[in-house]
């Protein structure tokens, strides 16, 4: 599964971006999506994950009520909306697949459990 990020940029407190992520894979349709984020000399966290039909969501408590991840399985895509926008969510945004294809709850959390791994998105927030 390749997967291809875009969407980072710059973006002041309080604005919003949008990310999205292409994949190659025919069958995307049966991959649990996920994204993550690392901030510069942090660890990489998780963000939010959405499964393959998209009706259940998981989000980091960090973002909340903040960021929204739908996906489309005809156009291969998932989507992170970030609204709301606070200079600690400055990072580099990767969008991930897990290689059994799927995960559920807190297994979904856990970075180890994606094997796949786009090449990551700058998003930067100015205070």
């Known amino acids: 599964v390749q997967l291809q990020a875009s969407g980072g940029g710059l973006a002041q407190a309080g604005g919003s971006l949008r990310l999205s992520c292409a994949a190659s894979?025919?069958?995307?349709?049966?991959?649990?999506m996920g994204w993550f984020r690392q901030a510069p000399g942090k660890a990489r966290e998780f963000v939010a994950a959405i499964g393959r039909s998209g009706s259940s969501t998981y989000y980091a408590d960090s973002v909340k009520g903040r960021f929204t991840i739908s996906r489309d399985n005809a156009k291969k895509t998932v989507y992170l909306q970030m609204n709301s926008l606070k200079p600690e969510d400055t990072a580099v945004y990767y969008c991930a697949a897990p290689g059994r294809g799927y995960c559920s709850g807190y297994g979904c959390q856990i970075a180890d459990e994606y094997d796949y791994w786009g090449q990551g998105t700058l998003v930067t927030v100015s205070s």
């Open positions: 894979e025919r069958t995307f349709g049966s991959y649990t």
